[in-house]
């Protein structure tokens, strides 16, 4: 074997060795899509709550029955929010824009919020109401609306806050702000800000008869009021009442 077809091989192994490495290193990056992702993270508060009610049981298999039932109602008891306002409890989950969830302006994509609303959502009502769906109860989504002020950069971290904000007969309203940290003011801006006077006094703004700009401009000011034709009073007739059969 001659030295050409000895390097040929060795590059050909190199290069299969890299596009392993990248594979592997793009599979890990998106670790959170991977099958089952999603509902890990959306039922991991459901899950931590099981396990907290099979441990409970755990300390009471050996008391008697009339204990075991007593410190189950507490538990219980203790979960819910007995005496506070709905409006008053606000629910933090927190997040952060991975790879996976972020577009290629390197910020997170519109379609994940609603990803990363479901976890907050179902956080949010395991907290107001813990013994819901054990008594068979079931809530289903009825629509969303997302009004978006400002991008989440990639692998920033955020909080989305639930809160109640009204319901009905059929269906429960809720308001979701993705919060992120706020980014500290640079020198150069507080400087700015620190030099702009308290108080500006300003000159009224001209009338537009007394501008000459103003009327020279091609297209009439839409802001000059209109002077009204008088009308005899024959030509209007009175306005009468009568009823409609």
């Not at 793009?26 to 709550?49: D, E, G, M, Q, T």
């Not at 819910?80 to 927190?94: E, H, I, M, N, R």
């Not at 980014?183 to 308290?198: D, E, G, I, L, Y």
Request: glycine share 4%.
């Amino acid at each position: 074997m001659d030295a050409v077809t000895r390097r040929l091989l060795v590059l050909a192994s190199l290069g299969v060795r890299l596009l392993k490495y990248t594979a592997c290193l793009v599979f890990l990056v998106n670790l959170r899509s991977w099958p089952l992702s999603w509902h890990l993270r959306v039922f991991s508060p459901l899950i931590a709550l099981r396990l907290r009610l099979h441990l409970l049981r755990l300390r009471l298999l050996f008391k008697p029955r009339h204990v075991e039932q007593r410190a189950k109602a507490q538990w219980l008891a203790a979960l819910s929010l007995v005496g506070k306002s709905p409006f008053d409890v606000t629910v933090a989950w927190k997040g952060w824009a991975s790879p996976d969830d972020c577009d290629y302006n390197l910020h997170l994509s519109n379609s994940c919020y609603a990803k990363s609303l479901d976890s907050a959502r179902l956080a949010h009502v395991l907290k107001c109401f813990p013994t819901f769906f054990r008594a068979g109860g079931w809530m289903p989504l009825g629509g969303t609306h997302y009004t978006f002020l400002r991008e989440i950069p990639l692998l920033a971290r955020c909080e989305i806050r639930v809160r109640i904000v009204s319901w009905d007969n059929k269906w429960l309203f809720l308001v979701a702000h993705y919060v992120t940290k706020s980014k500290p003011k640079s020198n150069k801006m507080q400087k700015r800000a620190t030099k702009q006077p308290v108080a500006e006094h300003r000159l009224p703004p001209t009338p537009p008869e007394h501008d000459a700009r103003a009327q020279q401009a091609p297209v009439p000011l839409l802001h000059t009021p209109a002077t009204a034709t008088p009308q005899p009073a024959h030509a209007t007739p009175d306005a009468r009442c009568g009823s409609v059969r």
